[in-house]
């Protein structure tokens, strides 16, 4: 768990979120010292401890598979940035 | 009788009995807003007519026999906090990217408010996506606490807390995610409830970390806060972590009868870095429940020190899953860019406020290649160590009591540049969402100069709100500190 590698460029890619360079600083040491904090974790012995993911006793929650009345399309549409012919549009992905 | 003074409880009645109409209780909260929200600057956006409509409607409703047996809100204004989504009504979660975002749909707590007559108004300013506990982190400028408007409300759902304590509606709806319910209700001055997980659908509630979000009510006092969540309480399809149990009537079975209830004092919660304000007064807030007739024992919840630490990582692992959806393809304002990748860059590097990005990278990072067991699964199993804590002193105690928050409220920007000290602000709230269980927060009394409110918390057993509800109303009906008023 060490904090040394904290490479706030590559992860910030990963994440998909253009920083300034003064917000990498900024945020990079800030992060630094989170890190340095979430470290206390490391005291404790969980070596038989499950992991626990949620708090309620459910487990493969499942509904009946049927057709149920949604948004229209044009709702779905209403708040793209762009769209046409009742699609999204984005740019070139494939050359 | 000011009208935007009276309770959900009192508003009720007179609606009942035709003395007032819900016109003229939205009219005097729109009133109210229009005198004293330039310096609270709780709401985001507020749609008037829209509001007086739902007004009349339910004042129609009412003139043809409806009645608040059926429907507990009738002709209630209620505010929300701007995470929810309300059909054709904006949502931003207090961010910049959602632009001019309006919902397609109603979510299924704003479907319930409906069903039970509510007149939902507003959108009340939040931490950007719910990330923060001062309400500073939003791109609709700060909210002011009511007691010093130099103070921040707490966060995230600081709004909600400054609307119901400055009178500017009947009670609000927020969430807590790590005690953003609990924590701006303490400093505030208002009762606030972080219901157990599963107890209130999630479906429309922009989600900030899914294992932990709950959706929960604010209000002037006990019995508000029960009626509020009574009305939004209760099992969903749409949420597949709902759970179907039923939900009791929470008003009805209110009862100020402390007689034979423990409660538990964690004393690790009593350490150092508690202000001495804050102790005396919540110590003489245990003084009142011993000689109200509960009894009151020491227990020990040990991991307590590790609960921020582990809240971060798992809170922010599931946030920057749940925020990758605003990329600018179905909504947000978009970013152009040469290819998909660089869009999304351009749009979030844009949009998302400072807190925000700090929390995904951080997220990102925890669940990434070569440290995610590390970080997200040792995580996790220190939140099962801390479950076990809760579980066990939980057997022996009908409810634990601690101050809800170490302090009163502070100045706004005194924690801004110190992200860790901000997060360390929710340390006595933070556990309640890791095990799942339930909490409430309610006035306790005041610290001295400056005159600011300080908050009891009560942290109860699963599905265990109406016993947290009575021992709350048990201490409010033997306190004056909720008929206090903010100065403005």
């Not at chain 2, 953003?180 to 922009?206: D, E, H, M, N, W």
């Not at chain 2, 909490?439 to 600011?452: Q, T």
């Amino acid at each position: 768990m060490s904090n040394n590698d904290f490479d706030i460029k590559y992860v910030a890619n990963l994440a998909r979120i253009k920083l300034t360079s003064d917000q990498e600083d900024r945020l990079g040491s800030q992060l630094g010292d989170i890190l340095g904090y979430v470290k206390k974790l490391e005291e404790l012995d969980v070596s038989n401890v499950e992991p626990m993911a949620h708090a309620v006793p459910l487990h493969n929650v499942m509904r009946a598979d049927q057709v149920q009345p949604s948004i229209t399309n044009e709702e779905a549409l209403a708040n793209a940035p762009k769209k046409a012919n009742g699609l999204f549009v984005v740019p070139k992905i494939v050359e | 009788m000011i009208l935007h003074e009276l309770t959900i409880d009192e508003l009720t009645k007179k609606l009942a009995s035709k003395e007032v109409s819900s016109r003229d209780a939205m009219q005097a909260c729109l009133d109210r807003i229009d005198n004293i929200d330039n310096s609270i600057n709780a709401f985001i956006s507020l749609d008037r007519e829209n509001a007086l409509d739902q007004a009349d409607a339910a004042d129609s409703a009412l003139k043809n026999g409806a009645n608040h047996n059926d429907q507990p809100l009738l002709g209630v204004p209620v505010s929300l906090k701007d995470i929810f989504c309300v059909k054709n009504q904006p949502a931003n979660c207090a961010s910049k990217i959602l632009g001019d975002f309006r919902s397609p749909y109603d979510g299924s707590v704003v479907q319930k408010l409906k069903q039970a007559g509510a007149v939902i108004f507003g959108r009340v300013n939040m931490d950007e996506f719910a990330m923060g506990s001062s309400t500073e982190n939003s791109a609709f400028g700060r909210t002011s606490n009511p007691w010093d408007l130099d103070r921040v409300p707490g966060g995230s759902s600081g709004g909600c807390a400054a609307s119901v304590v400055a009178q500017e509606c009947f009670g609000s709806i927020g969430t807590d995610t790590g005690g953003s319910i609990r924590q701006p209700a303490a400093l505030c001055g208002c009762v606030g409830i972080k219901p157990t997980y599963g107890r209130v659908s999630r479906f429309g509630v922009i989600a900030f970390a899914s294992s932990l979000d709950q959706v929960g009510p604010m209000a002037r006092n006990v019995s508000d806060a029960a009626t509020l969540l009574g009305s939004i309480a209760g099992y969903d399809p749409k949420d597949s972590t709902s759970v179907p149990t039923e939900v009791p009537d929470y008003v009805g079975d209110l009862n100020a009868d402390l007689d034979g209830i423990k409660l538990g004092l964690p004393k690790e919660f009593l350490g150092a870095g508690i202000d001495s304000e804050v102790r005396s007064v919540f110590e003489a807030a245990v003084k009142q429940y011993e000689a109200l007739g509960a009894e009151i024992q020491e227990v020990s919840l040990p991991h307590t020190e590790y609960a921020v630490a582990t809240y971060y990582i798992l809170a922010t692992a599931e946030a920057s899953a749940n925020l990758a959806r605003f990329d600018g393809i179905r909504f947000c304002d978009r970013v152009e860019g040469d290819d998909p990748f660089s869009l999304y860059c351009n749009t979030r590097g844009k949009g998302f406020g400072d807190e925000v990005k700090r929390r995904i990278i951080l997220g990102t990072y925890v669940l990434s290649s070569g440290y995610y067991d590390a970080y997200y699964i040792r995580a996790q199993k220190v939140r099962s160590l801390i479950k076990q804590d809760f579980d066990q002193a939980l057997e022996k105690v009908d409810a634990l009591i601690t101050p809800t928050v170490p302090y009163t409220a502070f100045k706004a920007g005194e924690k801004t540049d110190d992200p860790l000290q901000m997060y360390l602000s929710d340390i006595f709230t933070i556990s309640c969402n890791l095990t799942g269980t339930c909490g409430v927060s309610l006035p306790c009394g005041f610290s001295g100069s400056p005159k600011l409110p300080v908050g009891l918390q009560l942290l109860g057993k699963p599905f265990g709100e109406q016993d947290l509800l009575n021992i709350a109303y048990a201490y409010e009906q033997a306190t004056p500190w909720h008929k206090e008023r903010a100065p403005l």
